[in-house]
């Protein structure tokens, strides 16, 4: 990972508090020289990142608790009280999960950061069904611990294309914004301890983006592991072993963890949206993002430098 004395590492700008987050947990949290940073919006594949690393990590143990092991550090819940101490006693070699955009983070260049983009109609499908079927334990958790910053959220609209109208008009309702997320992410996109993964390079070649991954991270594969890698990342185990990766083995959800792990499918707006509500997304995407960037959250492509 070549480095100049140059380079121009980002720094935090500014807070972000919500139902979820509270930012400022970064400001007291340690960095270590091999911390893995994975940064998405959400619905994007952060889960099935998170397995990828601790089976690279851990050589194929398919009885890791991943979301235990790799917390979510901006969320407030529990708070980081609880959590930074937990997450320092930690003596394997540590991956945490953020959500927020890259100028409410703490960035270290200690650290090596995997950032993984998908296309916002599929968040919002993914999103949709995470929200929906969330119960009031998920409720109660996130409104009313102590410590909560702005509305409440509450529960979705029963019709999906009132959800998406909502989430596009309000760039991000009732969670946070999808485009500076983005935006900021894309800026850092060529540092030396970064790297852009999306979606659909997941689906394409599972095994091709592991050995990719793997390589960013210097890992060394246990190519005697390899098989069970494979299988313990492919979705349909996720999907059955769902409880193992799944925040509170899917305590939130009244259907169980499965729903967390849903489909893993891209395109089923394709089948809701209306041809001018999805080039109106389009549009906004590059007006917001410009057009190499909305290009790459589309299709995965980055155009040749």
């Known amino acids: 990972m070549p480095m100049s004395e140059n380079t121009r590492w980002p720094g935090k700008t500014r807070e972000l508090h919500n139902h979820h987050f509270d930012s400022t947990i970064w400001n007291e949290f340690q960095f270590r020289d091999d911390d893995i940073v994975i940064a998405t919006y959400a619905k994007s594949g952060t889960t099935w990142m998170q397995q990828i690393i601790a089976q690279l990590l851990f050589n194929g143990d398919p009885e890791l608790a991943v979301a235990e092991i790799s917390p979510w550090l901006d969320l407030r819940v529990p708070p980081k009280e609880v959590k930074l101490p ?115 390079e997941l689906k394409r070649d599972l095994p091709g983006a592991i050995r990719q991954i793997a390589e960013f991270l210097q890992i060394r594969i246990n190519e005697s ?56 997304y389009e549009q906004i995407a590059v007006r917001q993002l410009g057009p190499e960037c909305a290009q790459w959250l589309v299709t995965g492509e980055r155009a040749a430098q």
């Not at 969330?134 to 999906?160: H, K, S």
């Not at 395109?267 to 509500?277: K, S």
Request: hydrophobic share 40%.
């Open 86 to 200: 937990y997450v320092e006693a930690q003596t394997h070699r540590r991956f945490l999960k953020t959500h927020l955009p890259l100028d409410a983070l703490v960035f270290s260049p200690r650290a090596r950061y995997l950032y993984i983009g998908r296309d916002g109609r599929d968040v919002v499908w993914s999103l949709y069904n995470h929200h929906a079927n969330a119960n009031q334990l998920w409720y109660d958790a996130l409104n009313e611990t102590p410590g909560r910053v702005g509305p409440p959220i509450e529960r979705p609209p029963e019709d999906i294309r009132q959800y998406w109208h909502d989430w596009l008009a309000q760039d991000g309702f009732p969670f946070w914004s999808f485009w500076d997320h983005v935006r900021t992410w894309w800026q850092i996109r060529d540092l030396p301890n970064v790297r852009f993964v999306h979606f659909s």
């Open 225 to 280: 592991r390899w098989s069970a890698i494979l299988e313990h990342c492919s979705f349909d185990w996720m999907k059955k072993n769902a409880t193992k990766t799944v925040p509170l083995g899917g305590l939130f959800w009244d259907a169980g963890a499965g729903v967390f792990i849903n489909k893993g499918v891209n395109g089923r707006w394709a089948d809701v949206l209306t041809a001018e509500e999805s080039v109106e």
